[in-house]
Each structure stands twice: as structure tokens, then as C-alpha cells.
């Protein structure tokens, strides 16, 4: 079965900080990954999603994600974050390998980013 | 854009009660898909539906629950005897094709309270 872990429970940044989220994932065969994004008091929105190819892939709203197959991480970074950019951030996970589409969420991080 | 729709938003229900929670998921998807969040905790993965059975079902979905499509547009979700525990939010998705590895499209939830 996979698992998701991501490090940072909550993370609080300026406006115009950088940002780096971790997420780390445990499964034996070939997975999908996502990143999505859940504003106050609205549903969980696709940020980005890697399913093979170039392992740097970008999203919405200058969101960016890098998949490093050997450390199973697939961090999610922003150069420089907006107040608007306050939301939980799930990362998860579908395996390649099985025909049910059953998605694996991290726990979440919430960021606030003070302006 | 097409999106996925709940109905109702919120749902109040005392313990011991049936309740059913309806989704109408973009109309040319074919996966099906119900996740929770309990307040506070992570988005986890219920059951997955195509062509008209269960895929996949986590064992959070036991006897109590069950889902189906009763017509050609909606996904319901029936809890049958409520308990407390079962307060949370619901997240209905879809997804395209007979690849389960698509992207799943959430729709806003139905926060589910039960007394």
C-alpha cells in the first residue's frame, strides 16, 4: 500500500518569501503524484501532477514541483509567495500499477503567508 | 469549465439516521470516487466506482456505507445507521477515461454533522 508523508505541518512566510513544501511517498511500483490546494472554506483544486517524463513540472499560479525518484520526494517550491497563497497543500499519490485510481493524501501543510 | 457539484453543502443529521449524499460528476468521466476529511485530519479515500461496481474501497467503507449511480448523472453516497464519528467532510471526484490514473476533479464537499 502507498503512504504519503509530508514534513511541515504548518508553515508561516512573508510575502515575497520562498517557499519549499516536502512530501515524501512510499510505494514499490510506479505512482502518480499531485499536488493540490484547498483555499479557506472552498474544495481541493489540482495545483500540478507528475505522471512520467521531465521530473521538474510546473502548475498553476507559478507553482513548481520536482520529482526525485531516488529520495521518493516530490517537493513542491514557489519562488516567491503571495498572501493569496494561504491554503492547506496536499500531496498525493496514485500507483501506476492498479486500475482503481484510489489517491493517497499526506496530511497537509498549512501555510499563511503574512503580508 | 465543467466542475463537479455536491448537493446539499451541509447536512445535519442525528445519530442513528440514514442520510444520502449526491454528486453529479462531469458528464463524460467514468471513475468514481467518494474521500472524507475529518476536521483536522487528512483526505482519505472511501471507495472508487466504474461501470457500475466498486473498484476499490478502503476499510473505512464498511457494511454502513454503500454507493451508486442511479441514473446517468448522479453518484450518491448512503451512510446507513450515522454514527459521530462519521461527522465530516465528504469529497465526491471524478475522473476521465478507463485510466484510473487521470486526474481526479473534486467537487466542493458536503460537510456531514451528526448529532
Known amino acids: 500500500a502507498q503512504s504519503v508523508s509530508q514534513h511541515n505541518h504548518h508553515v508561516i512566510l512573508s510575502e515575497a518569501a520562498s517557499l519549499e513544501l516536502g512530501c515524501n511517498y512510499s510505494?514499490?511500483?510506479?505512482?502518480?503524484l499531485f499536488w493540490y490546494v484547498q483555499y479557506p472554506g472552498q474544495h481541493l483544486q489540482l495545483l500540478l501532477k507528475?505522471?512520467?517524463?521531465?521530473?521538474l513540472v510546473k502548475g498553476i499560479k507559478g507553482f513548481e514541483a520536482e520529482f526525485i525518484k531516488s529520495k521518493f520526494s516530490f517537493n513542491l517550491r514557489k519562488p516567491s509567495v503571495q498572501w493569496s497563497d494561504t491554503a492547506e497543500y496536499f500531496c498525493?499519490?496514485?500507483?501506476?500499477?492498479?486500475?482503481?485510481?484510489?489517491?493517497?493524501f499526506g496530511d497537509g501543510t498549512t501555510l499563511t503567508v503574512k503580508p | 469549465e465543467p466542475e463537479v457539484t455536491q448537493t446539499p453543502s451541509h447536512q445535519v443529521t442525528q445519530m442513528g439516521q440514514e442520510v444520502i449524499l449526491r454528486c453529479v460528476p462531469i458528464?463524460?468521466?467514468?471513475?468514481f470516487y467518494w474521500y472524507r476529511q475529518i476536521l483536522g485530519q487528512k483526505v482519505e479515500f472511501l471507495v472508487s466506482?466504474?461501470?457500475?461496481?466498486?473498484?476499490?474501497k478502503s476499510e473505512i467503507f464498511d457494511d454502513q456505507f454503500s454507493v451508486e449511480r442511479p441514473d446517468g448523472s448522479n453518484f450518491t453516497l448512503k451512510i446507513r445507521s450515522t454514527k459521530l464519528e462519521d461527522s465530516a467532510m465528504y469529497f465526491c471526484?471524478?475522473?476521465?477515461?478507463?485510466?484510473?490514473?487521470?486526474?481526479?476533479?473534486f467537487g466542493p464537499g458536503t460537510r456531514l454533522t451528526v448529532l
Open positions: 471526484a471524478s475522473s476521465e477515461g478507463t485510466d484510473p490514473t487521470n486526474t481526479q476533479y
Open positions: 510505494y514499490g511500483g510506479t505512482v502518480n
Open positions: 507528475y505522471f512520467s517524463g521531465d521530473p
Open positions: 498525493a499519490v496514485n500507483a501506476q500499477d492498479t486500475n482503481a485510481g484510489k489517491s493517497t
Open positions: 458528464s463524460n468521466h467514468l471513475y
Open positions: 466506482f466504474y461501470n457500475n461496481e466498486i473498484s476499490e
